[in-house]
């Protein structure tokens, strides 16, 4: 008699796990492509899929390091690389900030969940932007703890309300995630925003984190100060990679580094390094490119493509215009990162999700929902400004034409106006 195998139940905490930027909808977009459909891809933020290429001397550097990959480096990381990032913050303005205290990663999603693994226990609360990047709330799931969504308001350019942040911290609030610039929205929320902040932190023992992958992507008229230069005497954590400003996601080569006093964040990072040690350590070949990365010509390089007539800031603007012409589309342009997050003008019975489904399937546009980045409400979509100027026009004119296909589903039948 042949048995019946049990299926494999999974940990509750998976269960409760949600990430779906991978999901459903991208896995559609990546059939209709196999049938042959041109797909206009705005869905996640991936410079090197739309042809910006890393600079040579970063490839190079990388190229040149493969004979010395070999071998494990410490758990934290090359020595080399751990210091070139450490002096890039203190010019930054971490005029504190030392080797010893820098963690390589990954990439940050990887030191995201390590971070957490180490700071939270079942029952603890983490206090993340809404919309917000949905990797934080996820990684605070698995631990058991639970992510608390502090909203970001459209009317006040996606920054929060420091009061609102403040009346959702409590007893069991051991964190404030701060993502700046922001993802999904692109924002860069000023300096009285971020100090009210640290004041916060400082107030209740918080410790913060501050996920800044996008810290060189701002555009003109915007500068960025990391957190943590703001917040000497608070412990925190500021996260960044090569993935973006560098245009080398499949490098995952992420950082975290510590700021703060070291007796209130010692026990801390010695459990951070712990964890870092079970992975043995981070990939090895991709960190012999960091500090050429973060040299004054590759960065000087990445600033000209945000400067005016730079190449993604005309993309930023490119996308932007010619969302607006759609006279219901409401859109802050952004000051930081390389995303718009519109809201749409959708009828009642109409979500984003619909709209992103209705969008790919009849127009062959992939964008990603607002819901997935825990948006108030449920007419936003998150676009990625990467492609040339003139597909995100196309794109732009076939989200127009998405609307206007729902708007006339919607209106009354002329026999139902005579009535």
Known sequence: MKQTIAPVRPAHTA???RYDLRGPLAERAADLQ???????DLHLGD????????PDTVLRAAAEGLHRAAAYSDERGLPAAREAIADHYRQAGLVHATADRVFLGNGVSELASLSLQALL????TLLVPAPGYPLWPACATLTGATAVPYLCREDTAWAPDPAELAARTGSRTRAIVVINPGNPTGAHWPPAVLESIVDLARRHHL???SDEIYAELCYPGTTHVPLAALAPDVPCLTFGGLSKFCRLPGYRAGWAVASGPRSATADYLQALTLLAGLRMCPNVPAQHAIPTALSPDVLASTRRATAPGGTLTLCRDALHSALTLHPGVRC???DGAFYTFPRLPLPPAVDDKAFTRHLLERHHVLATPGAQFDAPGSTHIRLSALAPPETLDIAAQRIHQALGEFAAAEAPSAGEQDG
């Open 15 to 17: 269960r409760e796990a």
């Open 34 to 40: 196999t049938r042959g459909h041109d797909i206009i």
């Open 47 to 54: 410079p090197a899929a739309h042809g910006l290429n890393a």
């Open 121 to 124: 226990d079942p029952g603890d």
């Open 207 to 209: 410790m913060l984190l």
């Open 332 to 334: 802050a342009r952004p």
